[in-house]
Structure formats: structure tokens, C-alpha cells
């Protein structure tokens, strides 16, 4: 699991000693050295291209055995996934780019070599979030094309999985016209559950929220979206705590596994500010 920069680390001392038996020079470009035969190079294995082909001949014969390291494979993507925030399959996304706030493992090495040589790989078992409503965007791509960058991203990216949030939609009111004021806060919306498995991730400092702010006005104009978000196009992975049915005024609450359901009060006569509901047991 070497970048490319320790792989031709660890190889320079053996090309240091070959290349004068085969009566070459030692600074001779490792293009030269590495490249094609068939465009005049010399076909040398490279460590980093060897270890790269042993780790996709493993990854891809236990996804296609299905076994049992197949399947711990599949959920370690899924975590990786979670934790870039896009709704493209992670191994081919700009390494660079998304890699900033990532921690370094074997899937991500897999990734950083599929970039370099340009490769993409199609997995069909690979989960990949979809939208959820019209309109909608993973944040940390809207995040990206506002301009952020490195060391941003990741104070960003700490503040979204504390928030358990992937999606626009995620942090928006119910009606998709603006974002809810409990996600600018540092402390978790208990009425919006994500029902996905989230990588752990403590408090992040005050920096961090004060960026996060920031970031989310960049969707907004004078307090509402600048593109509202339209009909729900599927079931979202947050559970709403509280519902309310805009045709029967019906209102539910989720708790304890189970939902209570809460009928409005016809009152005659007196004017009210707020509705009055009744418990349906």
C-alpha cells in the first residue's frame, strides 16, 4: 500500500545498480526505463505498477467469487463512499481532488492508481447514493464548485458526517426552500435520523463550524435557496420524527419503533394562533 513517490523509493537502489550492468546510464529517464517496447522503451516493471496489479487482481476476483472477504469489501466501499460525499462511485472520482480529507487504506490506493493510469472500473455491486429530490446535489461537490479547496474541504467534510448530512436535501426545511437553522448549529437534529451506518466522527472545533456557516450561505439568497428543490423523487434516509399530511392535516410521530398518530381538533368559534391535536390510539 505505497504511493508511487515510496515505490520508486524503494526501487532506486536496484535501478541504480541494474541499469550500469546493462551498460545505461543511471539517469537515463525512467520514462525510457518503464515505457512500451513498442514506443522504444525498455519494459522494466515498475514496483508501483506490480503492486497495483497484484491489489486489482485481488479486489476483483473476491467481488466476482462473492465470498465473504467480497462482502467486507463491498462494505468498506460503502463506508469510503459515505465519507467523500459524491454520488459517483469513489474509485473514479479525481483523486486529488476528493482525497484531501480521506485516510489512507488499500481502496484508496486502488483509487490513486486508477487515476493516474486514467482507468475506470464499472461495479454494479458498488452503492452509490441517488438524489433525493429535484433539484438536489451531494454537498460536497456543491461545496468543490463554490471554490473550496484542501484543508477547507476537510473541516467541511467533519462537519457534514457529524451532521450525518450528504445531500442538499438533507438540510433543508421540508417545502425545499431553505436550510434548516438546526444544521448551522454544532449539535445533531434529533427530529431528522439518518437510517445509514456513518463513520464515527467527534465534535469538530469552533473553526470548523464557523466554515461550515459560511459554506452553507453560498447556497442562499436572502435567507432562502437559490434553486429550491423540488418533489421528493425517493424515500430519503432521514426518518422525520415529526410528519404532517398536507391534505388530512394528519400528524405522525415516530418514537420508540413505532408511529403515533395525532387527528386536528375542530374547534368551533374562537380564534386560534395554533392547532390543536388529539392522540389516535
Known amino acids: 500500500m505505497f504511493s508511487f513517490k515510496d515505490c520508486a523509493y524503494i526501487q532506486a537502489p536496484a535501478m541504480m545498480a541494474t541499469l550500469p550492468k546493462l551498460k545505461l546510464n543511471r539517469n537515463t529517464s525512467r520514462a525510457i526505463i518503464h515505457g512500451p517496447s513498442r ?30 472477504t ?55 455491486r458498488a452503492w452509490t447514493p441517488s438524489a433525493q429530490r429535484q433539484g438536489d446535489a451531494a454537498l460536497m461537490t456543491m461545496f468543490i464548485s463554490s471554490g473550496y479547496k484542501g484543508g477547507d474541504l476537510a473541516q467541511l467534510n467533519r462537519c457534514r ?21 438546526r444544521y448551522r448549529q454544532p449539535e445533531r437534529n434529533r427530529e431528522r435520523l439518518s437510517q445509514w ?43 422525520w420524527i415529526w410528519q404532517r399530511h398536507p391534505e388530512t392535516a394528519l400528524v405522525r410521530h415516530f418514537k420508540d419503533g413505532h408511529y403515533t398518530y395525532y387527528r386536528p ?13 388529539s392522540s389516535d390510539k
Open 39 to 68: 514506443y522504444g522503451g525498455l519494459n522494466m516493471s515498475h514496483v508501483y505498477g506490480e503492486q497495483g496489479n497484484g491489489q486489482l487482481r485481488l479486489l476483483l476476483g473476491h467481488l466476482r467469487n462473492r465470498d465473504h
Open 70 to 124: 467480497g462482502e467486507l469489501i463491498i462494505i468498506a466501499m460503502s463506508y469510503l463512499q459515505i465519507l467523500t460525499g459524491s454520488t459517483r462511485c469513489f474509485l473514479n472520482l479525481p483523486f486529488a481532488k476528493y482525497s484531501k480529507w480521506m485516510e489512507r487504506t488499500w481502496l484508496t490506493s486502488i483509487w490513486e492508481l486508477l487515476d493516474r493510469v486514467q482507468f475506470t472500473i464499472d461495479m454494479r
Open 161 to 181: 458526517v457529524y451532521h450525518q448530512v450528504f445531500f442538499l436535501s438533507d438540510v433543508a426545511t421540508a417545502d425545499g426552500t431553505r436550510i434548516e437553522d
Open 197 to 239: 451506518k456513518w463513520p464515527a466522527q467527534g465534535q469538530p472545533d469552533d473553526k470548523a463550524w464557523e466554515l461550515w456557516r459560511e459554506a452553507l450561505t453560498y447556497f442562499e439568497t436572502y435567507g432562502k435557496l437559490r434553486v429550491p428543490l423540488g418533489e421528493w423523487l425517493i424515500t430519503p434516509h432521514q426518518r
Open 265 to 277: 381538533v375542530v374547534s368551533g368559534g374562537t380564534r386560534r394562533t395554533s392547532q390543536l391535536y
